[in-house]
């Protein structure tokens, strides 16, 4: 029984197992098993694989996407760039394990995002600063779309929501929500941006998928913007995460 996990805490509703076990059972995948696995400190983490040769692979939640690179032999080339880790692959060789770490939130966003972008996307205001914008960042950089981080305190970002004003909305087209505000059950919050500077240019991103339609997304809608929420970049991430361990067994 090759076993596979999601590490973090705390761990609550996960989409990832669903995700899996529901995938396993419609493909009539057997023998592999997807589990939860919440621990609180990241010196934990060696305890599982290494009590239990079956592991090979686990992905990565908060808030240990950036302190599991210690315990790693090995970093793709966007997880060494983003210092961020998702996705984990265990091989068992020579009496030796080796452990590789991987970003797939940048492929899932990146793949989702691109089907939206029209050519006067060219700059983008990152509403928060956590681990969730690393993805982010590291896409924009690469499609060569230039940003703004917005945060809270004037020392963690480029500007403070303070700072956002209608006219300023108008010269960036693209605004991605990294913050949690918005996420079931808060679904009456949203983030305190000038919304009445949106228009039918703007494309709204938000990551998170719970709910469907978040009240950040839903008051750029009623601009006529352009929405998309995060659950096709989770789905895509999920299965780029699965050809990854795939090759691996």
């Known amino acids: 029984m090759i076993k596979l996990g999601l590490i973090g805490y705390p761990l609550g509703h996960s989409f990832s197992k669903n995700y899996y076990l529901a995938k396993f059972d419609k493909e009539n995948i057997h023998d592999i098993h997807y589990d939860l696995y919440p621990i609180e400190q ?10 239990n040769s079956h592991f090979r692979g686990f992905n990565v939640t908060i808030p240990h996407k950036q302190a599991v690179i210690p315990y790693l032999n090995e970093l793709s080339e ?15 060789q020579e009496g030796k394990t080796i452990l590789k770490g991987y970003n797939t939130d940048a492929y899932g966003f ?11 996307h060219t700059k983008a205001l990152v509403l928060g600063n956590g681990g969730a914008a690393k993805a982010v960042f590291y896409t924009l950089e690469k499609l060569n779309i230039s940003y703004k981080i917005v945060s809270r305190n004037s020392g963690t970002g480029d500007l403070t929501y303070e700072d956002l004003t209608k006219e300023l909305l108008a ?3 693209l605004i991605i ?7 079931f059950p808060n679904i009456d919050s949203c983030p305190n941006i000038p919304y009445e500077g949106i228009t039918e240019k703007h494309l709204l991103y938000d990551l998170i998928y719970n709910p469907e339609e978040t009240l950040f997304l839903k008051k ?30």
């Open 42 to 51: 990241i010196d934990q983490f060696p305890t599982l694989y290494n009590q």
């Open 171 to 173: 010269k960036y087209s």
């Open 110 to 120: 990146e793949k989702s995002l691109e089907p939206l972008l029209n050519p006067h």
């Open 220 to 249: 750029g809608k009623e601009r006529r913007a352009t929405i998309k929420n995060g659950y096709e970049m989770l789905v895509l991430q999920a299965e780029k995460n699965w050809e990854i361990w795939q090759s691996n067994f």
């Open 177 to 183: 929500n990294c913050s949690p505000v918005g996420t």
């Open 78 to 92: 966007e997880a060494a760039q983003m210092k961020a880790v998702n996705c984990i692959t265990i091989k068992h």
